[in-house]
């Protein structure tokens, strides 16, 4: 497998406030990263640097040439437009032409089950269903490297399954690389191969899945077991 | 009291009676305001979706003095204006002092900093929010500010409404510039003046419904925006505010 990506003694700097602090964090192409951590451990703006968004303050960020990459936010920005509409704009802004796009959109409301709202505002449509509409337009992208940020942490149960398993579907059907945040643990479980925790910025454990739920972290990453200790109760 | 009831009553009169001489003045005044407010919008939103999301040196420095701008007094537009325009001014060779031309420049150039600072402000929160999830899909910034400001469309024509009130409100540009000659250059906000300090109250209180009418038909169109936009969005989320001017 080749290096989708890498990132080398990265720093980023907000004023006096350091969010990330020599991290080095590798990928490879089809590897499904979990990044667990309490709030402003720096996960989202590990995920912001892996997407170009923000600009390191120290090190190295290198993405593979073959590598294309679609983000999804925790909180979907969605335009005044329709449902069909929004999936088409953001295959059009990245090239695609107006009538491919369409057939596109189509396609990926499809798979998200959005279909018969193709019409309807995007504004009007409830957090899962504007989350699954994220998802349908990352997925028109046809990336091969999906960024998530806390993809499902403001859904009910509900729309949680229903997002977790249309990830689920896209990752088994495709071998996307898919990079995300989240705070529950039970999803890191079921999509993750690979865990990293953060903390003040700082990785503190990098593991296989596995070994992170399931072997003893006490003596080698402690500040790790404690937080899974805190998490799991 | 009763020269207040035969005031009104006779302004009453001469609105019901199509008086040909307010008509023309309240004409006069929608066609200058809708124009320069016509022109400022065009520069002003193109301006000022830009500055909301380019980041170069000098920019608070701009933005600076934009703001300070919104509080420029008319009368000092006007003075500038006719300064412009006058014979031996840079722009004398226009011969547009004392012409509808140079109010619709006095009235554009008040109201340009108002669209351009209104329109810098919803274009920045909206990048702020949600500028990122554009640049995530690769949208420059040039095109993120269009982007930006078409998806503030509705908030946007907030703005337009704004400005149309401050210039079909504002006496002291237009009367620099225009001179307020009967038939020529008199307008609704110049004729009260003028009227009232020459005691034809019946006029002036005219004219004075007529300029209360249009600013109370703004904040009804403001509001019938409200309600459309929210039921075509079927929240009542970040709704378009009421301005009062």
Redesign the interface.
């Known amino acids: 497998m080749s290096v989708a990506l890498n990132l080398r003694d990265v720093s980023v700097q907000f004023g006096a406030h350091l969010a990330l602090q020599g991290v080095n964090v590798s990928m490879q192409a089809g590897e499904r990263v979990a990044l667990v951590g309490a709030n402003g451990s720096g996960k989202s703006t590990l995920l912001?640097v892996a997407?170009g968004?923000l600009k390191v303050s120290h090190g190295h960020v290198s993405v593979a040439r073959d590598v294309t990459q679609?983000?999804v936010?925790q909180r979907?920005?969605m335009?005044?437009s329709s449902v069909l509409r929004f999936v088409v704009w953001?295959l059009w802004?990245?090239g695609t032409p107006w009538r491919d796009a369409h057939v596109r959109a189509m396609q990926a409301l499809e798979r998200v089950g959005l279909q018969d709202m193709a019409e309807?505002?995007a504004?009007?449509l409830s957090g899962g269903q504007q989350q699954r509409l994220a998802l349908a337009r990352a997925w028109a992208l046809q990336p091969n490297f999906v960024l998530l940020d806390e993809p499902t942490s403001s859904l009910d149960p509900h729309a949680k399954r229903e997002v977790e398993r249309l990830l689920a579907e896209w990752v088994a059907a495709s071998q996307v690389s898919l990079l995300f945040s989240s705070h529950n643990l039970g999803q890191v479980k079921r999509l993750a191969t690979r865990v990293i925790y953060l903390e003040s910025g700082r990785v503190l454990a990098d593991l296989p899945v596995d070994a992170f739920f399931n072997r003893p972290l006490g003596d080698s990453h402690p500040e790790a077991h404690l937080f899974l200790k805190g998490e799991l109760g | 009291m009763t020269t207040f009831t035969d005031t009104a009553l006779t302004a009453l009169h001469l609105l019901t009676e199509l008086d040909p001489l307010l008509w023309s003045i309240v004409g006069r005044s929608l066609w200058v305001s809708v124009l320069a407010t016509a022109v400022a919008c065009s520069l002003g939103v193109v301006l000022g979706a830009w500055l909301g999301v380019a980041r170069f040196a000098g920019r608070d420095v701009l933005l600076t003095v934009l703001n300070t701008l919104l509080a420029l007094p008319s009368v000092v537009v006007g003075l500038l204006v006719y300064l412009l325009l006058s014979r031996t001014g840079p722009l004398g060779d226009l011969g547009w002092l004392f012409s509808l031309k140079a109010m619709v420049l006095a009235q554009t150039v008040l109201v340009l900093p108002v669209v351009t600072a209104l329109t810098r402000q919803c274009v920045e929160d909206a990048e702020r929010?949600?500028g990122?999830?554009?640049?995530?899909?690769?949208?420059k910034p040039w095109?993120r500010s269009v982007?930006l400001a078409?998806?503030e469309?509705?908030a946007l024509l907030t703005v337009l409404i704004a400005a149309f009130g401050r210039a079909i409100s504002e006496v002291g540009a237009v009367m620099v510039v225009g001179g307020n000659i009967e038939g020529f250059t008199r307008v609704m906000t110049t004729a009260i003046a003028l009227e009232t300090s020459k005691g034809d109250l019946p006029l002036a209180l005219a004219l004075g419904l007529v300029l209360m009418s249009v600013v109370l038909m703004l904040n009804v169109c403001i509001s019938a925006l409200r309600r459309w936009r929210q039921r075509?969005?079927?929240?009542g989320?970040d709704p378009v505010q009421g301005v009062l001017v």
Do not use: I
Request: aromatic share 8%; charged share 20%.
């Open positions: 912001r997407h968004l679609a983000m936010f979907p920005h335009l005044r953001g802004l990245q309807r505002s504004r009007a | 929010n949600h990122e999830q554009l640049q995530s899909l690769g949208v095109l982007l078409w998806d469309r509705y075509m969005d079927g929240s989320t």
